[in-house]
T-cell receptor, first 113, second 110 residues
Framework: NAGVMQNPRHLVRRRGQEARLRCSPM?????VYWYRQLPEEGLKFMVYLQKENIIDESGMPKERFSAEFPKEGPSILRIQQVVRGDSAAYFC???????????FGSGTRLTVV | QKEVEQNSGPLSVPEGAIASLNCTYSDRGSQSFFWYRQYSGKSPELIMSIYSNGDKEDGRFTAQLNKASQYVSLLIRDSQPSDSATYLC??????????FGTGTKLQVIP
């Protein structure tokens, strides 16, 4: 069991470019969550997805950010026209259902230059 | 807005002592409670979950839950330098996403 797989581990983008972050949940897990963590700050919820459905996107900025979890393939967090303030660690987590603890991936460290 | 509050620390304890980490939450409907450990530059790791009032022990870790007081704690017995990390308290109603506290930084002094 490879756990939650995130890639890339590190991503550098210039201002205005697009960033695509990928997450494959643990085998048997159907719930995927994305969190953002700024240095020395807590984990901030962004979006909760199940296969082909966005369950809760209350933490997603209204513009430039989108997420999907298609029937086949990994979940994707997409950030368009990145700005310096988007620089952060983005963690994906998965669980087997509501009320269960999460297993986190290693995260993607996004740096916008 | 649902909140989870933790003292940011750092909490310093000598090696071999008991470390006590505390957390309060605002949503009385919360049903599931978790403690995660996060080493610097790494991802959070689930170390304890607790769902009912009282104590739950797992090795050197004990989680305590008091729903009436909306209070969760984590005790680490015989603290080791390798326990030095940030400990995140997390809470959910069960059918929604988990809300995390900002974490307490623990330093175990050899």
């Amino acid at each position: 069991n490879a756990g939650v797989m995130q890639n890339p581990r590190h991503l550098v983008r210039r201002r205005g470019q697009e960033a695509r972050l990928r997450c494959s949940p643990m085998k048997g897990h159907s719930h995927v969550y994305w969190y953002r963590q700024l240095p020395e700050e807590g984990l901030k919820f962004m979006v909760y997805l199940q296969k082909e459905n966005i369950i809760d996107e209350s933490g997603m900025p209204k513009e430039r950010f989108s997420a999907e979890f298609p029937k086949e393939g990994p979940s994707i967090l997409r950030i368009q026209q990145v700005v310096r303030g988007d620089s952060a660690a983005y963690f994906c987590a998965s669980s087997q259902g509501d009320g269960y603890g999460y297993t986190f991936g290693s995260g993607t460290r996004l740096t916008v230059v | 807005q649902k909140e989870v509050e933790q003292n940011s620390g750092p909490l310093s304890v000598p090696e071999g002592a008991i470390a006590s980490l505390n957390c309060t939450y605002s949503d009385r409907g919360s049903q599931s409670f978790f403690w995660y450990r996060q080493y610097s530059g790494k991802s959070p790791e689930l170390i304890m979950s607790i769902y009912s009032n009282g104590d739950k022990e797992d090795g050197r870790f004990t989680a305590q839950l008091n729903k009436a007081s909306q209070y969760v704690s984590l005790l680490i017995r015989d603290s080791q330098p390798s326990d030095s990390a940030t400990y995140l308290c997390a809470v959910t109603e069960g059918y929604q996403k988990v809300t995390f506290g900002t974490g307490t930084k623990l330093q175990v002094i050899p």
